[in-house]
């Protein structure tokens, strides 16, 4: 089931990543720096509101509706998501008696976006709790589809960074649409004991969504304020080219095993030990690749997939936060899984909150010493201590393992891809898209023959199972 479901999920955040390199490779043609600026402080703002009012609803379906798939706790989120958007809408004018510079236009689009992105990712948590990746995955690409073509025509418009901020917000429209017209089983009506079941659990994580959410903001708004909107658009591309491939990735592969990790508490602790053993394994598998791919050819990457006035920011920063992201990816999709294990989220709050006071006084010293590229050495540390924190207050909660014996085949196989990629870099000169077709082949190919010499992931094993049994049908034995 795992290795099926892992493959449906990849393919429903693949996809969208694709489509998300295209845009970005569209949208730093088609705006200036400031304009994307403009959208990249939306969307901060919008992660904010969604982690304050939001969080608890998605952080508590994703564990509850999993672990008990015969209960229907859907009437009970929608009543509380409904609760919440009243929340939010009688406290958004507190912000402009105390920043009345504030522009209304951008607050309101940005609730919009909180909104209607929110809503379809709690729908989307009803979809992976029920091991219904089919669905996921519809709605994950009608949603990214969606919201780069209103993207497009935004910009086609005239609205600019603003028409992004609506194109995103009508695509995850889109994605409620369908998740609500396709899903024709009965909705159970709203329960209280759901309900402060849901509370007690999912609002101490507010806090923790709270700090993640300004912290993956901080950095942008910081830029932005330090450096201007040209240098946030810029460190705004430079750190969503990790996420598009890196994280998404990775929510791929937790999309196919947490729910299987939840699971398995029914069972024994042995059955849930090997399921985090693949799912770390699996994580490194498909991420780390993409990291080293990434981190070694960006002057390729960017030079193929940005536009002019962003390449050599990009670039320049790009292997700092792809290592940064490597480390965010391995803390937040399997060290503090530990947290929701033991049902200790105050754990994940405080872990989360020192990240972000530490993230925000790096940003502060090291933007202020070395510009932009202090930003990106302030992710970096930012990362690496928020991830030491984990491990260190994971023993204290419930423990996951390391399974090094696993993990060597993965590094061996990264190693090799990495020295495929020097190579193939100090032959092919040049940074177009022929250049970044040359130096991703010989990685990939390298990457894949390792892997599968060392039977990583079981790789090899599943492969000549594979091979056997369709040649077995093809004889029609």
């Known amino acids: 089931m795992l290795n099926r479901h892992f493959s449906i999920y990849l393919v429903a ?38 982690a304050i009012f939001f969080a608890w609803i998605k952080l ?87 919201s780069v073509g209103f993207g497009l025509l935004g910009i086609w418009l005239g609205w600019g960074g603003m028409g992004l901020l609506a194109a995103f917000g009508l695509g995850s429209l889109a994605g409620i649409i369908l998740n609500l017209v396709g899903d024709r089983t009965r909705i159970a009506g709203f329960s209280r004991r759901q309900f402060m079941q849901l509370a007690r659990y999912g609002l101490p994580l507010t806090l923790a969504g709270l700090s993640v959410a300004i912290y993956s903001a901080s950095d942008r708004l910081i830029v932005a304020w330090l450096l201007g909107k040209d240098a946030a658009g810029i460190f705004g591309v430079a750190a969503d080219l990790p996420r598009q491939f890196m994280v998404m990735i990775a929510s791929s592969v937790a999309a196919a095993t947490v729910p299987l990790v939840f699971r398995s508490l029914a ?45 050599a920011g990009v670039s320049a920063l790009l292997p700092t936060l792809v290592l940064a992201r490597f480390f965010g990816i391995a803390n937040q999709f399997y060290v503090q899984i530990s947290f929701q294990l033991a049902e200790r989220p105050f754990m994940l709050a405080a872990q989360s909150f020192l990240t972000l006071v530490v993230s ?5 010293a ?33 423990p996951v ?26 032959q092919i000169s040049g940074t177009g898209i022929v250049a970044l077709i040359g130096v991703s082949i010989a990685g990939g190919v390298a990457y894949v023959a390792a892997a599968w010499l060392l039977n990583v992931a079981n790789v090899r094993t599943l492969s000549l199972r594979f091979l056997r049994t369709f040649n077995r049908k093809a004889l029609g034995v």
């Not at 394994?281 to 960006?298: D, F, I, R, S």
């Open 267 to 311: 069972e024994n602790n042995e059955t849930t030990r090997e399921r985090l053993n693949e799912s770390l394994e699996l994580l490194l598998v498909v991420v780390a690749p993409v990291a080293v791919w990434l981190a070694l050819a960006a002057d390729q990457v960017a030079g193929t997939l940005v536009g002019v006035d962003f390449r």
């Open 360 to 364: 925000v006084a790096l940003m502060f």
């Open 401 to 426: 393992p390391f399974d090094i014996i696993r993990l060597v085949g993965v590094a061996a196989s990264a190693a090799a891809m990495a020295g495929a990629i020097l190579i193939a870099r100090s």
């Open 60 to 146: 508590s379906v994703s564990r509850y509706q999993a672990m008990s798939a015969e209960v229907d706790f859907r009437g009970t989120a929608m009543v509380a998501f409904a609760l919440t958007v009243v929340a939010m809408c009688a406290a958004t004018p507190l912000v402009f008696l105390f920043r009345s510079d504030v522009s209304v236009g951008l607050v309101l689009a940005s609730m919009f976006v909180a909104i209607m992105s929110n809503a379809v990712d709690v729908g989307q948590e009803f979809e992976r709790a029920k091991l219904r990746p089919y669905r996921f995955a519809a709605i994950s690409i009608v949603r990214s589809v969606s």
């Open 366 to 398: 090291l933007v202020g010493a070395y510009g932009i590229y202090g930003a990106a050495l302030a992710t970096f540390a930012t990362e690496a201590i928020g991830f030491a924190v984990a491990v260190a207050l994971m023993h204290r909660a419930h």
């Open 13 to 50: 955040y693949i996809l969208p990543a694709a489509v998300g390199f295209f845009a970005v490779t569209a949208y730093t043609r088609l705006l200036t720096p400031a304009e994307y600026g403009l959208y990249v402080v939306g969307i901060s703002i919008a992660g904010i509101l969604g």
